[in-house]
């Protein structure tokens, strides 16, 4: 009897599944569309969580090769946690068909002051065939990368890439967000290749791109409220065309051109009238963001999918992926105290009171050096927010510990605290440590 309405309950949830399925592909059809929301089954939550918690290695190893096909199809009934699940348990079988690789994986070799340069250059000698996680090795450190190291590395290449002199991005004032130059060589392939990377490696590579970005590699339509979000300036131009009267158009004197470049042919001779405006501004954004950067975005492209050999990423909206990449920035401090746990020592010790008085004082720039010190890096993956992050809070055992710095375990998101003598000494060696520490080992 059991058995019977365990299968009526699955014929149950297949036939819900289809019909979400194709109210979900109407509702892509709509000019109006309702919420994605509208279309997640929560039972798929607790399906996949607890696939992700009985599967074994030898489990993994026998799911045929199109397996996860039918969850990408399904995507529409996932919420975002369970969409992170698949992407989860997908990680998990490309491991361990990769299992006979896990002795070579990959160590790149870096200079913590030139990590771009010799990740750029690493690249550019592997081949970049890497089946498996890449593993950071800082230069002169005794850090052994077990998930810290890595995260600081892409957080460190996050920062190079914004600044470096072969400009491959460029930062918009008015935004402060990055997109393509129209310069050339094999930077915009080796910078898809490490945004593919830190997906794999469950890293944060924070280049403040657009969502447009995350768009274009979901294949979907840019508009001109993608340009808003990069261009806030230059949209607003391109809306006054669309808003104004007949004789304020004629007034703006406009062609359609872009930066010297036809939009239509004959465009320098064609003027911007009431009658064909939008169609001059979608030209317009089309040229700003797809076909001027058009070779630049393939070769980002091509580098993402050889960086991210799997298709899971597929599943998500353009909003969930670029969290994905980017991290998140939802900082619930309080939440870090409240999952802490510790060894050698008792939430009611003098030194503990003291350390959270500390940090609840800290500024917001000092709580986000502070979490880049105890993780590597100051935006958390997606599923490691701070209100899923267990941080521990150690005993570090030293003759004088006034005389001590506190120590990070990036990997495991671990503060070792000496038990200094008073607040104000803690307080002065924690700033300190945050603020000058940028070396994994001991120092």
């Keep these: 009897m059991v058995a019977e309405e365990h299968y009526a309950a699955e014929k149950q949830f297949e036939g ?87 002795f070579c994986v990959p160590t790149i070799h870096v200079r913590r002051e030139r990590a771009l340069e010799d990740a750029f250059r690493h690249l550019r000698q592997s081949g970049h065939d890497f089946p498996m996680p890449l593993k950071v090795k800082f230069q002169a450190e005794d850090g052994v990368d077990e998930g810290g190291v890595s995260l600081e590395f892409f957080s460190l290449l996050g920062r190079e890439l914004l600044t470096m002199e072969s400009k491959t991005l460029e930062v918009y004032e008015d935004s402060g967000l990055a997109w393509f130059t129209t310069s050339g060589g094999d930077e915009f392939y080796l910078l898809g290749l490490l945004c593919g990377k830190a997906l794999y490696n469950q890293c944060v590579l924070n280049l403040c791109f657009p969502l447009v970005l995350f768009k274009k ?38 062609v359609f051109m872009y930066k010297g470049q036809e939009l239509i042919p004959n465009g320098e001779e064609v003027p911007v009238t009431m009658v064909n405006r939008k169609k001059y501004v979608d030209l317009y954004v089309d040229m700003k963001l797809n076909k001027s950067v058009q070779i630049q975005f393939a070769a980002f492209e091509s580098g993402f999918y050889k960086g991210f050999p799997i298709q899971a990423w597929r599943m998500f909206l353009p909003e969930e992926l670029m969290t994905l990449l980017q991290g998140d920035d939802n900082y619930e401090w309080d939440k870090l105290r409240e999952n802490a746990n510790y060894q050698g020592y008792r939430p009611t010790d003098d030194i503990i009171q003291n350390f959270w008085r500390v940090f609840t004082e800290f500024s917001e720039e000092e709580k986000k050096k502070f979490l880049t010190f105890l993780t590597g890096t100051d935006r958390l993956p997606r599923g490691r927010s701070l209100s899923k992050l267990q941080m521990q809070i150690t005993f570090l055992d030293c003759t004088d510990p006034d005389e001590y710095y506190p120590k990070a375990q990036t990997c495991s998101a671990t503060l070792c605290l000496p038990n200094y003598s008073s607040i104000d000494t803690l307080q002065e060696k924690l700033l300190h440590a945050i603020t000058h520490c940028d070396v994994f080992g001991d120092f």
């Design 16 to 102: 819900t599944v289809k019909v979400m399925e194709r109210l979900y592909e109407v509702n892509c059809n709509r000019r109006i569309k309702i919420a994605a929301s509208n279309f997640h089954i929560n039972r798929a939550n607790y399906m996949l969580r607890n696939m992700l918690n009985t599967l074994v290695y030898c489990d993994y190893l026998n799911l045929p090769e199109d397996y996860f096909d039918t969850f990408h199809r399904q995507s529409c009934i996932f919420n975002t946690e369970a969409k992170c699940i698949v992407y989860q348990l997908e990680l998990n079988y490309s491991f361990a068909i990769h299992g006979l690789l896990a």
């Design 217 to 254: 590699l979901l294949g979907l339509t840019t508009t001109l409220d993608d340009l808003k979000e990069l261009s806030p300036t230059e949209a607003r131009g391109l809306q006054d065309v669309l808003a104004e009267d007949e004789e304020s158009v004629e007034v703006m004197d406009l």
